[in-house]
């Protein structure tokens, strides 16, 4: 395959040039038009004539099929990658759940299963630690060899997913021998809980509670825990999620300090707020997500830390649950209300709505979506990059083409779009995963379970 005519961009900039495919590999990036002069021939030929030629997007934080408050996110492998190509991501880092009193292999195998005969793109795993002990401390070193090289511990969610300083800090101690990275969720969650209480017990039940009672200082003051506990240990630390600027603050001055703490925020965090979480006739309890959507002005201090690289990655935090039956859990009560929001499938396009109004550069959205994603769990340059040699993960986008987002036309199985109505400018229009096409001109030609697993080598960040 050889593809003509576009500008092929990386966190370098755009250049011109033809990119030629042999199989599932790039096998050559040329100077556009010398092809034919170089004795190249192609079996077929796509023109990305005033098209940007992009590596696929890596979304490392996605929830397919995940037990989550009596239910499972409504995305499995198959629908949940399907949307991600659609969207111009073709690569995804999902995470196996540790269970209470199980192990961390039982949960990596449970995925596997999961996702084998399902996944339309290539996949990769970090490990939820949800129960820190002897055994699954050891069980760490083990997935590592098996490509499993970043582990998620969270500050919120006692009696789920908590885990304590003590538990935290053995983690970080065996990460930091091991080389795998913390990933973080840092909310302090047993003083929300406390305040939560507080908000139940004056009546108060609505959806909008649920932002109202996880505050702004108690995401940084977990955020700074867990990067003290992180240079005390040694251990590279990757936080989930930010969500506001007093958190990425806490991230930049260890940046600063030279420290590999690094930050990822979502689109939802750049693109919606709280009002939303206030909208009326229980419509709020779509845009539940933890942690919560903030006060507006957050949103520009985030963009900030994009461009100044406090924040690293953008990720979705895809964790989709229906408005109907799934969010009715939480009618006349806000803490059973699952949370999460569908997103896998805008990510590319939102963070491009960044570019043309400003945000952040053309190179700046490569680099945050796919290339430094490589990078950071270990993928590069299999992943991230359209070079030779590399996975011809590509996508042709369209900047000029218009959408409109709806819930009626989306790819996800879910019944809502937090962006219903919003209008994109510039569209996905061609896909590859592993030199096969898998998506054209509003077709989606890829199929279930052509997805393969990627076994991931340790941060390529770390100093
Ligand atoms: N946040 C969510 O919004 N959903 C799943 C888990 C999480 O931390
Ligand atoms: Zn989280
Ligand atoms: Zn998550
Ligand atoms: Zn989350």
């Given at each position: 395959t050889l593809i003509t005519g576009g500008q092929v961009v990386s966190p370098q900039g755009a250049a011109a040039a033809d990119v030629l495919i042999d199989g599932e590999t790039v096998s050559a990036v040329l100077t556009p038009g010398t092809a034919a002069a170089l004795g190249v021939t192609a079996d077929r030929t796509i023109d990305a004539a005033g098209k940007y030629v992009l590596p696929g997007g890596i979304d490392v934080h996605t929830h397919m099929d995940m037990p989550f408050g009596g239910t499972f996110?409504?995305?499995?492998f198959e629908t949940g990658t399907r949307a991600a190509a659609w969207g111009g991501t073709t690569t995804i880092v999902d995470f196996p759940v540790q269970k209470k009193g199980g192990s961390l292999q039982e949960a990596v195998d449970t995925w596997h299963a999961k996702a084998e005969g399902k996944a339309c793109i290539d996949y990769g795993f970090h490990a939820i630690l949800a129960d820190v002990n002897d055994t699954s401390l050891k069980e760490m070193d083990g997935l590592v060899d098996q490509g499993v090289t970043s582990f998620k511990l969270f500050m919120a969610y006692p009696g789920v997913f908590l885990s304590t300083d003590d538990q935290i800090i053995q983690a970080m101690y065996r990460a930091a021998d091991n080389g795998a990275t913390i990933m973080m969720h840092a909310e302090n969650g047993t003083a929300i809980d406390q305040i939560v209480q507080r908000a139940i017990a004056a009546g108060?039940?609505?959806?909008k509670w649920h932002g109202l009672t996880r505050p702004i200082a108690l995401e940084a003051e977990a955020v700074n825990r867990a990067a003290q506990m992180a240079d005390v240990t040694g251990a590279p630390l990757y936080f989930v999620h930010l969500s506001s600027g007093a958190a990425v603050d806490v991230v930049t001055q260890a940046r600063d300090a030279g420290r590999n703490v690094f930050g990822e925020t979502c689109p939802q965090y750049l693109f919606l707020d709280e009002s939303d979480l206030a909208r009326a006739d229980f419509e709020g309890a779509k845009y539940v997500c933890t942690p919560a959507l903030r006060p507006v002005e957050e949103q520009a201090k985030l963009w900030r830390g994009l461009r100044t690289n406090d924040l690293s990655v953008v990720a979705t935090d895809h964790c989709p649950f229906c408005?109907?039956?799934?969010?009715?859990?939480?009618?006349?009560?806000?803490?059973a209300i699952p949370n999460g929001l569908p997103g896998v499938e805008h990510r590319m396009d939102l963070l491009h709505m960044g570019v043309t109004k400003g945000e952040i550069s053309l190179a700046r959205w490569v680099e945050i979506s796919a290339a430094t994603p490589a990078r950071m769990f270990g993928m590069y340059p299999k992943k991230g990059v359209v070079a030779p040699?590399?996975?011809?993960?590509i996508v042709i986008y369209d900047p000029t083409a218009k959408q409109t987002v709806s819930a009626q036309t989306h790819?996800?199985?879910?019944?809502?779009?937090?962006?219903?109505?919003w209008e994109f400018t510039g569209k996905v229009e061609t896909v590859l995963s592993r030199g096969e096409v898998v998506l054209d001109a509003g077709e989606f030609t890829g199929s279930p379970g052509r997805g393969k697993f990627i076994k991931r080598s340790l941060s390529q960040y770390l100093v």
């Open positions: 996110s409504v995305d499995d108060n039940t609505a959806p408005f109907v039956p799934d969010k009715q859990l939480g009618k006349d009560d806000f803490r040699g590399s996975d011809a993960d790819h996800m199985n879910v019944d809502y779009s937090v962006y219903e109505g």
